[in-house]
C-alpha cells in the first residue's frame, strides 16, 4: 500500500539522523572520599592527648586478661579541648558482646527538653562474661568527627574495688556525664541484700538503680529508668534485693547524677539561662558533682519472717487469753453474789424499794400497766418530768440523794422552754402530767409514736426541763431503738463491703506496677526497714496491722456476750436489766468494732503502697471510729434522742469528702481554707444549738427573730445565766477549741488535711470524754475498777502510741527522695520500724478506748433510770 510504504520510509529517515548525531559527553564519577585511619596500640592508665578532623579516624586498640573468678571494671575517660558545640566528637568503644557510643560534647536534657552540655565523659565498660579459666579480651575505642579540627585527651583505667564487699563501705564521685556503677556478687547462704547509699549533700540530685549483668548497662540520666530497680535520691537510699530475681547471682549498682534537681525537691531553674543565649543552646553545668557512699549488707533471713509472725500473733491472742481469764473470774464473783442473794428475800419489782429509796408516784401514773420491755414505768420514766409540771403549778420542791453527794434540789422555772425551741402550743400541762405512756405492741416503727402530736408536745415538756435525768431520755420502746441502732452496724457493714475491694484492686494494681516498672518512687516506704515478700514490698508494713483486726473482732465477741447476757436478763424478767443502769444498746458498739477491723484492713492496703492518692484509705476508718465513739459516749444518756444511722453517716461521708478535696485542692489554696473553716465554725454552732436544746429547736426563716429574742430577753431586758449551765460550759469549749482549730488551719494552712482534720475529731472526742467524767464524778457516781483500770492504762499506751507515730519515718507530702531522708532502721526485732510499733499500740489503745465507753457506766447497773443525772 502506497501509505504504508511512506511510513516506512519516514521511520528509516528518523533512524538514520539519529544515528548521526554525536554521543553526549560522559561526567565524571565521584571519587570515594577516603579517610585516613590511625591505629595505635594503647596501654591501661595512659594518657592520649591528640587531633582529629573530618579525614581522619583514631582507632585505639587494647587488650586485658578477664578471669572466670575474678571480675575488674574498665573506664574509659575523655575530655574534648576544642569548642565545637554543632561538630562533636564522636567515640565509639567496640567490645565483644556489646557496643558503647558516646559524643563530646554530651547533650543530656532535662525538664522542658533544657540542652546541658557536658566536656568531660567517662563511663564503664559492660564486662562480657567468659567460660574459661584465663581469656584475653580485646576491644577498641573509635575517634572521629565532622570537625575541621578537634583535640581531645583519652585515657582508659581500670576501676579498682568495682566488686562490692559484703558490709564493706566504699565511697565515691560522681557526675551526671561520669556515672558509677558497680558489681555485687551474693555470698552463699544470703538470699537478700539491701544495698544502702548515702551522701553528705542533698544535692545534686541522684538516682540509684539495681541492674541485671546484662549488656549495655544503661547509665545515663535518660536512660537509667529502662530497666532494673531505680529511685531517687538526696542523702540517702535504700534497695532490697533479692537473690531469686537475679539469675547470675549477681547484679550492678548504678549511680547516675541528674540533670537538675527538681524530682528530688529542689529549685528547677537550678542554672538559668543568660541573656543573650539561645533558649536551644546548651547549658554547661561545669562542676556537678556529688561525692557517695555506697555499702551493701545482708537482709533477714527467713527465720526472722517467721519468729516476727508468731511474735505478732503472740501479742494480740494474748488479749484473748486475758479476756477469758478476767470472764472466767467475773462469772465466779456473780455466781458467789448470787448465792448470796438467794439467801435473801427476793427483791421487790419496786425499784424504788430495791435501792432504799421511796418515791411517791402520782396516782394517774399508776392507772395503766407498763410493758415490760421498756426502759422503766411511765412513773419511773416521768416522775421527775412530773416535778417540772408540779413545779410550775405548785412550785413543790423535790430532793434527790446521790451516793457521795449532799441532797441537792431541783426546780423547773416556770417558763419550761426558752424563745428558740419550738412553741408548745396551748395545751393544758395537767393532760400530760396525766397522761400515761402506752408502749405500742403492734409496730416497732419510730415513727409511729414520734409523729403524733401529743407526743411533740410532751418532748418539750421533757427534755426542756432544767435538770434531766436518764429515765426522760429513754422512754421510747425498747424495741424501735433496737432496731435503729443495729442499722449503724449493718450500714457500716455495707460500706465496708463496697468500700474494701475497689481499695484492694486498687493497691494490687500500685504493687504490680512498682514490680513491672521498677520506679521505686511511687510508693513511699520505709526502705530502710521494708522486708519483701511474695509481690509485697513491705510486708513488715501489713503485719502489723494484724492487731486491729484481731482486737476488733475480740471486742465484737465481748459484745456479742454482754448482749446474750443482757438478753438473758430480760427473759427472766431481771429488774435490775429491765429498770436500772444506762440502758443498753449494743449497734454501736457492734459498729465500732467493725470499724476497728476496717480500719487495720484499709491501712493494711494503705501500706502495700503508701503514697499521695490513697492517703485517704488509711484515714477514713479513723474519722468513722472518732464520731462512732462520740456517737456512743452521747447515746449512754440520750438514748432516744441520738443520731441515726443514716444521719450520721452522712455527716460522715461529708467529712470524707472534705478529706479528699483538701488533699488534692487544699494544699496552698486560699480559697479552700477559707471556705472551709466557715463551713467548720458554722457547723459547730449548728451542733452546739442541737445539743443545748435537746433538738428542740427549728432552722427556718424565724430563727434569726428568736435569736434577738433570746438576746433581748437574756442579755438586755434581764441579765440571766444559761438555763443549763453544764452544757453550756461544754459548748463554750467545744466551740472555743473549734474556733481555734478553724483559725489555725486559716492562718498556718497545714501540707497534711487529712491528719489536721482527723485531729479535729480526736479533740471533739477527747474534750467530751472529759466532760463525761468530770459529770460523772461531779454527779456523785463512781469508776469501778477495770474501768478504772483501762482508762490508765489506755492513757499510757497511747502517749507511747503518739510518741512513735511522731517519728516521722516517711512522708507523702515531699518527693520521695526527700521522704527517704526520714527513713530509719528497724528497732524491734530487725523486722519491726516505728511505724509498726504505732501500728501496735495504736491498735491496743483504741481497743482499750473501746472497753472504756462500754465499762464506764457499770456503776450504775444498780441505780434506778429516774436517778442517773443526764450531761
Known sequence: MPGSGAAALAWALLAGALLLLPPPPVLPQPQPHRRNVSETEAQFNTTYTDWVDADLLHIYAFNHSVRRNATEGVRVSVNVLSDHKDLPVLFVVRQKEAVVSFQVPLILRGLYQRKYAYQEVSRTLCQPQTKTEVETQHFYVDVSTLSLNASYQLRVTRVENFVLRTNKRFSFNATASQPQYFKYEFPE??????????????????????????CPVYDLDNNVAFIGMYQTMTKKAAITVQKKDFPSHSFYVVVVVKTEDEACGGPLPYYPLSKNASPDE??????????????????????????????CLSIFLSFYVLTLLIACWESCRQHKRKGLLS????????????????????????????????YGSFGNGSS??????TDSLGSTEVSYSYVGQEQFKRRTPSALTRPLSIPMGERSLENVAGRPRLDSLSSVEEDDYDTLADIDYDKNVIRTKKYLCVADLARKDKRVLRKKYQIYFWNIATIAVFYALPVIQLVITYQTVVNVTGNQDICYYNFLCAHPLGNLSAFNNILSNLGYILLGLLFLLIILQREINYNRALMRNDTHALECGIPKHFGLFYAMGT???????????YHVCPNYTNFQFDTSFMYMIAG?????????????????????????ALVIFFSVVGVVFGKGNTAFWIVFSV????????????????????????????????????????????????????????????????????????????SYLLAIGICNLLLYFAFYIIMKLRSGERIKLIPLLCIISTSVV?????????????????????????????????????????????????????????????????????KIYVF
Open 189 to 214: 547462704g544470703v538470699d537478700s541484700v539491701i544495698v544502702k547509699v548515702t551522701s553528705a549533700m542533698a544535692f545534686p540530685c541522684s538516682v540509684i538503680s539495681i541492674q541485671d549483668i546484662l
Open 282 to 311: 546548651p547549658v554547661d553545668q561545669h562542676n556537678r558533682q556529688k561525692m557517695l557512699e555506697v555499702m551493701v549488707s545482708p537482709a533477714i533471713t527467713s527465720e526472722a519472717y517467721v519468729s516476727s509472725v508468731l511474735f
Open 343 to 374: 439467801a435473801m428475800d427476793s427483791p421487790s419489782l419496786d425499784t424504788a424499794s430495791l435501792l432504799g429509796h421511796s418515791r411517791s408516784i402520782p396516782d394517774s401514773f399508776l392507772g395503766r400497766g407498763y410493758d415490760s420491755y421498756g
Open 384 to 389: 421527775s418530768s412530773t416535778e417540772g409540771v
Open 595 to 605: 470499724a476497728l477491723m476496717m480500719e487495720g484492713l484499709l491501712s493494711a492496703c
Open 628 to 652: 462512732l465513739c462520740m456517737l456512743k459516749l452521747y447515746q449512754k444518756r440520750h438514748p432516744d434522742i441520738n443520731a441515726s444511722a443514716y444521719s450520721a453517716y452522712a455527716c460522715l
Open 679 to 754: 463551713i467548720h465554725i458554722l457547723a459547730t454552732l449548728l451542733l452546739s444549738t442541737q445539743l443545748y436544746y435537746m433538738g428542740r429547736w427549728k432552722l427556718d426563716s424565724g430563727i434569726l427573730r428568736r435569736i434577738l429574742h433570746v438576746l433581748y430577753t437574756d442579755c438586755v431586758r434581764q441579765c440571766s445565766g444559761p438555763m443549763y449551765v453544764d452544757r453550756m460550759v461544754l459548748l463554750v469549749m467545744g466551740n472555743i477549741i473549734n474556733w481555734s482549730l478553724a483559725a489555725y488551719g486559716l492562718i498556718v494552712r497545714p501540707n497534711d488535711f487529712a
Open 798 to 866: 497511747w502517749g507511747f502510741a503518739l510518741f512513735f507515730f511522731f517519728q516521722g519515718l516517711s512522708t507523702w507530702q515531699k518527693t520521695p527522695a526527700e521522704s527517704r531522708e526520714h527513713n530509719r532502721d528497724c528497732i524491734l526485732l530487725d523486722f519491726f520500724d516505728d511505724h509498726d510499733i504505732w501500728h501496735f499500740l495504736s491498735s491496743i489503745a483504741m481497743f482499750g478506748s473501746f472497753l472504756v465507753l462500754l465499762t464506764l457506766d457499770d456503776d450504775l447497773d444498780c441505780i434506778q433510770r429516774d
